[in-house]
């Protein structure tokens, strides 16, 4: 059972250009939403996060856009750089313990 | 500091082997937990510790054991490995809701 789902798997973006990846889940208890940046070989780093009583959270070039109807939310990578190459999980929490139910990843890829 | 810290780095084993993964953290956070990693499926919980003296089951436990020995360390033991469990696990700490992930074992069974 998928209970975030995570698009688009790949996504190739010209630098300078906007990236946009989204997630959407099921169930209604999450209460914390972070995104996570990970390079090959290393672990997954808290990029931004958002909570559901908030409709956007903005830190320098990323963006999250959070529509708690829908059940959706977004990560927006604004002048994308070569540098910011990666895979892009999303991610939701729930519970006292804070454990995390993560998307499947989007791999990034940004041209110079 | 040093965060997370994980051993080993890699590890090959045979079906049947048993190991134990070791993770410490020195950021003295509560709670703790061990993800898997395969391709195309993100990261899933394994087990977690919600504080010293508690251990729980997460979305995939089957085949797995964990200990936590103190605040700091936390080990994900793999009684008799199978080529099922090749992959790459990623321990990880928590104050209330940021979670820091060390930077994995790559453990590959043959």
């Known amino acids: 059972q998928q209970q975030v789902k995570q698009s688009p798997q790949s996504l190739i973006v010209q630098k300078g250009g906007i990236s946009i990846i989204n997630c959407a889940y099921e169930?209604?208890?999450?209460?914390?939403f972070p995104w996570y940046q990970q390079f090959p070989g290393k672990g997954p780093a808290l990029l931004i996060a958002?909570?559901?009583?908030?409709s956007e959270k903005k830190e320098g070039r990323f963006t999250i856009s959070f529509n708690k109807s829908a059940k959706q939310f977004s990560l927006h990578i604004m002048d994308s750089q070569p540098g910011d190459s990666a895979t892009y999980f999303c991610?939701?929490?729930?519970?006292?313990?804070?454990?995390?139910?993560f998307g499947s990843g989007t791999q990034l890829t940004v041209l110079p | 500091n040093a965060g997370v810290t994980q051993t080993p780095k890699f590890q090959v084993l045979k079906t049947g082997q048993s190991m134990t993964l070791q993770c410490a953290q020195d950021?003295?956070?509560?709670?703790m937990y061990w993800y898997r990693q395969d391709p195309g499926m993100g990261l899933r919980l394994i087990y977690y510790?919600?504080?010293?003296?508690?251990?729980d089951k997460g979305e995939v436990p089957n085949g797995y054991n964990v200990s936590r020995l103190n605040k700091r360390e936390f080990s994900l033991r793999l009684e008799s490995a199978a080529p099922s469990q090749t992959s790459v696990y990623f321990c990880?700490?928590?104050?209330?809701?940021?979670?820091?992930f060390g930077p994995g074992t790559r453990l590959t069974v043959t």
């Open positions: 991610a939701a929490s729930q519970g006292s313990a804070r454990q995390l139910t």
């Open positions: 169930n209604t208890a999450f209460d914390y």
């Open positions: 950021m003295n956070h509560n709670s």
């Open positions: 990880a700490t928590s104050l209330n809701y940021e979670q820091y």
């Open positions: 958002i909570r559901p009583d908030v």
């Open positions: 510790s919600a504080s010293e003296g508690t251990t």
